[in-house]
C-alpha cells in the first residue's frame, strides 16, 4: 500500500510536470504578444516611413490621373495594413493573417458578412463553453469576425489579439494622419 | 486527470485561469477610451466587448476615411511635391 501511494504521486508529479511546461510555453507566449510598443514615438516614426516608402511605389506604379478614387482609396487602405502586419514583425496572429491573404481580404468580408447573417438562427453550445453567458459568446463571436485571422481563436487569446490590434490600429491612424497633414501642408506650400 | 480539472476550477478553454481572463478583460477596457474614465470594477465582460468592437470599427472607418484622402491627395499633388513630404516625413 504505502509502495503504490509513491508510485501514485510520481504519476501525478509527472503529469503536472508535463502539462506545465505546456502551460508555461502558453503563457510565455502570450507575454510575447505585449513586445510591440505601438504607443512609442519610435514605432510611429518606424512604420510612418516604411509607409511612405510603400506608398511612393503605389504612386509610380498607378498614373498620376486618377483612375478611380475608391479603388486607389482601398489601395491605400491595404498598404497602410500591410506596412502596419509587417511592423508587427509577425509575432501575433492578426498580422500574420494580413500578410498571408491580402487580396482576398475584403472579398471574403462581404462574403463573410452574408453568409453570418444567415447563419444567426443556428445556436452552438458546446459542453466546453456552455460556463461563458451566450452573450459573451455573441459579442466575441462578433469581435473575432473584426480582427482580422482569429475567427477560430479561444476567448483569452482572442482578447489578447484584440489589445494588440487596437493600440496597431491607433498607432497607424496617428501615423496617417500625420501623413495627410504633411501632404496638405506640402501641396500649399507648392503651388504658392 | 482529475487532478489537471480541479487545478484549473470550471472547464475553460486554453487551460487559463479565470482570473487571467479577467485580467485580459480589464487590459482591454483600459486600452477603450469610452470606458477608461469609468470605474473598473463595475464593467460587465459583455461591455467590455461590446464597447471594443464599435472602437475598432470607428478605428476602421477613421483609417478608411484617412486612406481615401491620402490617396486623392497623392493623386491631386504632383509627384516632386509628394515625394519632397514623403521625405520630409523620412527625415522627421
Not at chain 1, 485571422?149 to 487569446?157: D, E, I, M, S, Y
Not at chain 2, 478605428?59 to 484622402?69: G, I, K, M, Q
Request: with cysteine; glycine share 4%.
Amino acid at each position: 500500500m504505502s509502495s503504490l501511494q509513491p508510485n501514485v504521486d510520481s504519476t501525478n508529479s509527472e503529469a503536472m510536470q508535463r502539462s506545465n511546461p505546456k502551460k508555461r510555453r502558453k503563457i510565455g507566449h502570450s507575454n510575447s504578444l505585449s513586445l510591440v510598443p505601438w504607443r512609442s514615438e519610435t514605432q510611429q516614426r518606424i512604420y510612418s516611413s516604411k509607409l511612405a516608402e510603400a506608398l511612393r511605389h503605389v504612386i509610380h506604379r498607378n498614373p498620376p490621373s486618377p483612375p478611380a478614387k475608391s479603388s486607389a482609396g482601398r489601395e491605400v487602405r491595404e498598404t497602410a495594413d500591410r506596412v502596419l502586419a509587417s511592423t508587427a514583425k509577425g509575432r501575433t496572429r492578426w498580422s500574420r493573417a494580413i500578410l498571408a491573404s491580402p487580396l482576398n481580404r475584403w472579398k471574403l468580408r462581404r462574403m463573410h458578412k452574408k453568409v453570418h447573417k444567415a447563419s444567426t438562427g443556428l445556436p452552438k453550445k458546446s459542453p466546453e463553453t456552455r460556463r461563458r453567458l451566450p452573450v459573451v459568446q455573441k459579442k466575441a463571436r462578433v469581435l473575432g469576425r473584426l480582427v482580422p485571422g482569429c475567427r477560430k481563436l479561444t476567448f483569452p487569446n482572442l482578447l489578447e489579439e484584440a489589445t494588440d490590434y487596437i493600440s496597431a490600429l491607433e498607432m497607424q491612424v496617428r501615423a496617417m494622419t500625420a501623413l495627410t497633414e504633411l501632404l496638405t501642408g506640402g501641396g500649399s506650400l507648392a503651388s504658392a | 486527470m482529475s487532478s489537471r480539472r480541479s487545478s484549473s476550477g470550471a472547464p475553460t478553454s486554453a487551460g487559463m485561469t479565470d482570473a487571467q481572463i479577467t485580467d485580459l478583460v480589464s487590459k482591454l477596457q483600459q486600452l477603450i477610451p469610452q470606458l477608461r474614465s469609468t470605474h473598473s470594477d463595475k464593467v460587465s465582460a459583455a461591455k467590455v466587448l461590446q464597447e471594443t468592437c464599435s472602437y475598432i470599427k470607428t478605428l476602421h472607418r477613421e483609417v478608411d476615411d484617412l486612406s481615401d484622402r491620402l490617396s486623392q491627395l497623392l493623386a491631386n499633388t504632383d509627384s516632386n511635391t509628394a515625394q519632397a513630404a514623403i521625405i520630409r516625413s523620412l527625415l522627421m
